[in-house]
């Protein structure tokens, strides 16, 4: 799970760069089955919202699944 942290803290860092100050996350859910995860978090700005974003384990590591 250490993974999926990391590539969502880089998500955060290029959201900073786009919307400046980060923002706190006020919700975080992911729903995980084996190496398959759907992600749904939220922000006081409801266009950063993702509701259900596919991410994937490869190698043993979390990544977006944007394929």
């Not at 969502?8 to 729903?31: D, N, S, V, W």
Request: charged letters at 25%; aromatic letters at 12%.
């Amino acid at each position: 799970m250490s993974g999926l942290f990391s590539e969502f803290t880089g998500m955060l860092t290029a959201a900073k760069q786009m919307y400046g100050k980060a923002m706190p996350i006020k919700t975080f859910e992911a729903l995980i089955s084996g190496d398959l995860a759907r992600v749904t978090y939220t922000y006081d700005v409801p266009a950063l919202n993702q509701n259900k974003e596919p991410w994937v384990r490869e190698d043993g590591e979390w990544k977006q699944d944007d394929c």
